[in-house]
């Protein structure tokens, strides 16, 4: 185990291995078990922020990309769950759920008959912006442990990795 660096659970998990099956190479398991736990905690201190706005973290997720998307604040079911990545049964019960807290509307397209589009309504419209400020300022916070050039780094590290996930498999 090194030590020029902290331990953490992970290390644990890793001295274990190495006792266990020291001729076995699991170091992929660091990199691999330092982004879950990463992944675990950033939700849980996320998440905090959002609840006190009364929103989840789906909630906020699903406000937030209508906001962005601009003025009106509107996108079809298929464009949101592609870029939520979550199934289209999902999207459905969730846009029933925001429906019923009047975040979201439903209206008809003016290009297809057939289909519908999703809007913030103006109290969504007016939840975001709030919960939005707070949780930039929260995940500026939890980054503000990290010095700049380890950020610049960490983001360039994880932007070539996130790349190398997103391609299609052959």
């Not at 699903?62 to 509107?74: F, K, S």
């Not at 429906?99 to 109290?123: C, H, M, N, P, Y």
Request: net charge negative.
């Amino acid at each position: 185990m090194p030590t020029d660096k902290p331990a953490d659970a992970v290390d644990c998990i890793l001295a274990q291995w190495a006792r266990e099956r020291p001729d076995l190479d699991v170091s992929p398991m660091g990199v691999i078990g330092r982004l879950s736990r990463c992944a675990a905690l950033l939700s849980q201190r996320l998440d905090s922020v959002f609840a006190e706005y009364g929103l989840s973290g789906w909630e906020f997720d699903v406000l937030a990309t209508l906001r962005r998307a601009g003025a009106p604040y509107c996108l079809a079911p298929t464009e949101l769950f592609s870029s939520l990545m979550v199934t289209s049964g999902t999207m459905t019960h969730r846009l029933k759920v925001l429906e019923g807290k009047g975040w979201i509307e439903r209206q008809a397209s003016s290009l297809d008959a057939r289909s519908t589009l999703v809007r913030l309504s103006g109290e969504g419209f007016a939840l975001v912006e709030r919960a939005l400020e707070a949780h930039v300022a929260n995940e500026r916070a939890i980054l503000s442990a990290l010095p700049a050039r380890s950020l610049d780094a960490l983001e360039k590290r994880l932007a070539e990795l996130l790349a190398a996930l997103e391609k299609p498999s052959t």
